[in-house]
């Protein structure tokens, strides 16, 4: 059931995107942007933590996901640190995953032609 549940919750998050770049005039970025601070924001509100727990990475792996993750780092290293946890907690929570995106850009941008898109 685990396996349906986060199928079903990351569907339906997925399914949200599709709808606001077929039927809005929204940017993919912006609807991107979008999802991450609406992860925030439901983090703040304590709803995202129960849905994470629920639908596990069908509810943590999307961009929804990294939100909760940037505002989770940032409360506990509020806790730990103090006002500097404001700044550094985001980033050290979610460090592994932005290093790795960075890693596999500069990997595919050295093993991939660039070529002009006119």
């Known amino acids: 059931m685990n396996y349906f549940w986060a199928f ?28 991450v601070v609406a992860g925030v924001v439901l983090s703040a509100v304590g709803w995202y933590a129960p849905l994470a727990e629920f639908a596990g990475c069908g509810a943590t792996v999307p961009l929804l996901g990294f939100g909760h993750l940037l505002a989770k780092g940032v409360r506990t290293a509020l806790q730990e640190e103090g006002a500097v946890g404001i700044l550094t907690g985001g980033l050290t929570a979610a460090a592994a995953g932005i290093t790795t ?8 941008s050295l093993v991939g032609k660039s070529h002009d898109q006119n």
């Open 101 to 108: 995106s960075l890693v596999c850009g500069v990997i595919c």
């Open 8 to 35: 079903c919750v990351g569907g339906a998050i997925c399914v949200a995107g599709q709808l606001l770049i077929d039927l809005t005039s929204l940017t993919p970025a912006r609807i991107l942007t979008g999802y």
